[in-house]
C-alpha cells in the first residue's frame, strides 16, 4: 500500500481498503472505507508500505483509532454569535450560549439537538434576544481519528423578541418582533478529539428562513457561528 508523505497516517485510505480488492471504486463499500468507515485489513494479510518506485520501506501497523464513537452520546457546552440584519443594511451579531445533545449510533453519523440563548446586551436592557433550536443530523470524516472534520444539515426554530432602535444614516427606525421563526440550516465544522472522553467543536452555518412575514423588515437568514466543549459517554 502506497502511503503518500505528509498524509496522517491513521487517514491513509489504502490500509483500510487493502482487502477490497475487486471492489468497483463507485462502490460505498470502497470510496467511504478510510474516510467514512473503519475497516481494516484482515489479520491475514500483512501490509507494507513502498516508495513510489516500488521498494519497500516498512512493515506497515493496521490502522488504529484514536478515539472510538461508536454507539456514543454526548452532553456538551455551547458559545458563538449569532449575525443577522435588516433589508435597509443594518447588521447585528449578538454573542450567545447554550446546550447540546447528540447520539452518534455509528461512529460517521451524529444526531444533535443544540439549544442557543442569544442577546445584544445579557441584562435587563435587552433590546433583542433570540433562542435557536436546531436539530441536525451530521457527518463525520476520519471518526476514529483526533481531527474529525463534519458536515451537517437539519431544521431551526428560533423563537424571538425584539424591540430594537439602530439608526440608519441620519435616519432612527424602530423595529419590533415577538414570535418564532422556522427554517433548514447547513454547516461545516471541525472537531478535536481530547483524550477519549472529550472534545472541542467549532462549527459555522447558516439558516435560512422560509416563513418571515411580509412587511417584516428582518433579514430572512442568519449566520450562527458556535464553539463547544463536549463530554462523551
Do not use: C
Not at 491475514?44 to 488504529?64: L, T
Not at 433583542?128 to 457527518?139: F, H, K, N
Not at 454547516?187 to 467543536?201: D, K, N, P, R, Y
Not at 430572512?220 to 463547544?228: D, I, R, V
Request: charged content about 20%; aromatic content about 14%.
Amino acid at each position: 500500500v502506497h502511503h503518500r508523505a505528509g498524509l496522517p497516517v491513521r487517514w491513509a485510505p489504502g490500509w483500510h481498503r487493502y482487502h477490497l480488492r475487486g471492489v468497483p471504486h463507485y462502490s460505498p463499500r470502497y470510496w467511504a472505507a478510510g474516510i467514512f468507515i473503519y475497516s481494516p485489513p484482515p489479520r491475514a494479510h500483512r501490509v507494507v508500505v513502498v516508495d513510489g518506485a516500488g521498494r519497500r520501506v516498512k512493515n506497515a501497523p493496521a490502522p488504529s483509532r484514536a478515539v472510538d464513537r461508536n454507539n456514543s452520546f454526548s452532553v456538551g457546552l455551547r458559545g458563538g454569535s449569532y449575525i443577522s440584519g435588516y433589508d435597509d443594511g443594518a447588521s447585528y451579531g449578538d454573542l450567545g450560549l447554550g446546550l447540546s445533545l447528540s447520539y452518534r449510533p455509528v461512529e460517521a453519523i451524529g444526531l444533535d439537538l443544540t439549544w442557543m440563548h442569544h442577546s445584544d446586551s445579557w441584562d435587563e436592557t435587552a433590546e433583542r434576544t433570540q433562542d435557536p433550536i436546531s436539530a441536525s443530523v451530521e457527518l463525520f470524516a476520519f471518526p476514529w481519528t483526533r481531527v474529525s472534520p463534519y458536515a451537517f444539515v437539519g431544521l431551526t426554530s428560533t423563537p424571538r423578541a425584539a424591540d430594537d432602535t439602530y439608526f440608519h444614516g441620519t435616519e432612527e427606525v424602530h423595529y419590533q418582533a415577538n414570535d418564532a421563526l422556522f427554517g433548514p440550516h447547513a454547516g461545516l465544522g471541525i472537531e478535536f478529539a481530547v483524550g477519549q472522553s472529550a472534545s472541542l467543536s467549532f462549527d459555522g452555518r447558516y439558516i435560512g428562513y422560509v416563513d418571515v412575514h411580509d412587511g417584516d423588515t428582518a433579514l430572512p437568514g442568519a449566520l450562527q457561528g458556535q464553539m463547544g466543549l463536549n463530554f462523551y459517554f
